[in-house]
């Protein structure tokens, strides 16, 4: 099976994502109204 290099691929997008959500925190809230009105 490869579930020990999904999980180890999953744990790297979930740094890479929490990086990415700290860096854009003050800008979070117009990104989501952004988002939800393309949608």
Known sequence: ???P???QLVN???SKLTG???HL???RQT???DFFKQN
């Open 12 to 14: 790297e997008l979930e």
């Open 1 to 3: 099976t490869q579930e």
């Open 25 to 27: 925190k003050p800008k």
């Open 5 to 7: 290099q999904l999980h």
């Open 31 to 33: 990104i989501l109204e």
């Open 20 to 22: 990415v959500y700290i």
